[in-house]
């Protein structure tokens, strides 16, 4: 186990020789015997035990066995106390996905205090019961290697062990440990998967056990070209200054797997293959304007390319029944100014209005559909809509326009085109000057 375990870690680059390393220890024989090895390996180990308090005195006994276990071989332990039920209020969410979430916040604390890195104890029976899992959810190729042997700081040694070899080497290396009862409790899926589906698999085709960790590793490796030929593909891929970032389709076709390559760009997004596929087809059929919301950031089609675009928060709305004291947080300043400081080569980002003319209040809002500008130097009005779209807009910054209107009228399509109603001119008494501070 020793040998096997060092030559994985060499393979993939998980730690340098000698170097110091955080180990996730539950008690259980997994972590147990990944301690000892990292121990024996010669990396200086830390162990962190999470006692979550969810099974009694057998949540105690599992403590009480780590911390007698890491005195015994001299490595240093932190136990942390977590409260699931809480974080299950807090987040709505189940007491499984609720206790992973504690584990992993201790954990990211612990990394960033160092060591650098901290190995967890999943192996090949896990990798293969999760691949099994994907597949049932639908998780795209991403999912077919069950778990990845690094993710972050997050490192997994013992992934090309099995459990049967895990147990093994808990023999050979006398090592203690204690079985937890919910891992057979066929209330989870993970459970059902491990007693019930993995035996039938094994009946209808012995061997299929084998067969499975072989089909891991393929797709580990084949996820390891994938995302080279990814890196080649956008090297020179940069979101441009408001965080947004334009793929073509031609790059997406050059790929050969544009599936793929947008899973993989779109990665911890919440995109289900079948929504991937969607967009492929959108870039197939040529659609301009269909949208995919994802998880912080949406994907837009536009002109033969896609936008991956970051959400941003909710645009506001804001009513000015006095302009010389606007309220707080509005994206335009307003200020008196006089005639002669009006200059008609300011740029979009200013307009200049007849305050004599403004019927209050004024109102600052999203521009709606079916909107309507007076242009100034125009007989007749215009759709806010064509004003955004003969000034070429980008698609994703059309959402994020905004409008100032009086009572009566809107006076300007903030930065793009003001109207010629209410707009101060040399003869002006009282002028307002408007500038947009905010894109």
């Known amino acids: 186990m020793l040998e096997v375990v060092r030559l994985f870690i060499h393979q993939h680059a998980l730690l340098e020789q000698g170097a110091p390393v955080w180990v996730a220890v539950s008690g259980g024989v997994d972590s147990m015997v990944l301690l000892t090895v990292l121990h024996q390996l010669g990396h200086p180990v830390q162990a962190v035990h999470i006692d979550h308090g969810l099974r009694g005195a057998d949540s105690a006994a599992d403590r009480a066995l780590v ?77 077919w290697q069950g778990i990845p042997v690094r993710s972050g700081p997050f490192i997994r040694p013992l992934l090309t062990s099995t459990r049967a070899d ?75 200054a408001e965080g947004v970032l334009r793929i073509t389709f031609d790059t997406l076709r050059a790929s050969l797997a544009p599936r793929v390559l947008l899973h993989t760009l779109l990665e911890g997004r919440g995109y289900h293959p079948d929504r991937i596929a969607d967009m492929v087809r959108v870039m197939e059929q040529g659609k ?59 740029g979009p980002d200013v307009v200049w209005l007849d305050i004599d003319r403004l019927v209050l209040p004024l109102v600052v809002r999203p521009w709606r559909a079916g909107d309507r500008l007076l242009p100034a130097g125009m007989n007749g009005s215009k759709l806010i809509s064509d004003v955004l779209i003969d000034a070429k807009v980008p698609r994703h910054l059309k959402d994020r326009t905004m409008v100032l209107c009086d009572a009566e009228r809107i006076l300007w399509c903030c930065g793009i085109r003001a109207s010629g109603m209410a707009r101060a001119s040399a003869n002006t008494q009282r002028v307002l000057r408007v500038d947009r501070t905010i894109d």
């Not at 440990?177 to 209808?204: F, T």
Request: proline fraction near 6%; glycine fraction near 6%.
């Open 166 to 240: 895990i147990i093994e080497a808990a023999r050979i290396l006398r090592v203690p440990w204690r079985e937890d009862a919910s891992n057979s409790d066929l209330a989870y899926l993970r459970a059902r998967v491990r007693k019930e589906l993995v035996p039938l698999m094994e009946d209808l085709r012995p061997g299929v056990r084998t067969v499975m960790y072989r089909n891991v590793e393929l797709a580990r490796e084949l996820d390891l070209l994938a995302k080279q030929r990814i890196n080649e593909l956008v090297a020179h891929l940069r979101p441009d």
């Open 67 to 143: 911390v007698a276990y890491c005195a015994e071989l001299g490595i240093p332990l932190h136990v942390e106390e977590v409260d699931v039920g809480v974080e299950v209020e807090r987040s709505n969410s189940s007491v499984q996905m609720a206790a992973r979430s504690l584990r992993y916040r201790v954990f990211h604390r612990l990394v960033h205090q160092g060591p650098e890195r901290l190995a967890m104890a999943h192996h090949a029976d896990d990798a293969m019961e999760t691949t099994l899992m994907n597949l049932m959810q639908g998780m795209g190729t991403r999912g």
């Open 288 to 346: 301009v304007g269909a949208r995919f919301p994802g998880e912080g950031v949406e994907v837009l089609a536009d002109r033969e390319a896609f936008l991956i675009v970051p959400f941003q928060q909710a645009l506001g709305e804001w009513t000015i029944h006095d302009p010389f004291r606007p309220p707080t947080g509005m994206p335009l300043d307003m200020r008196s100014v006089h005639a002669s400081d009006i200059d008609a080569n300011a």
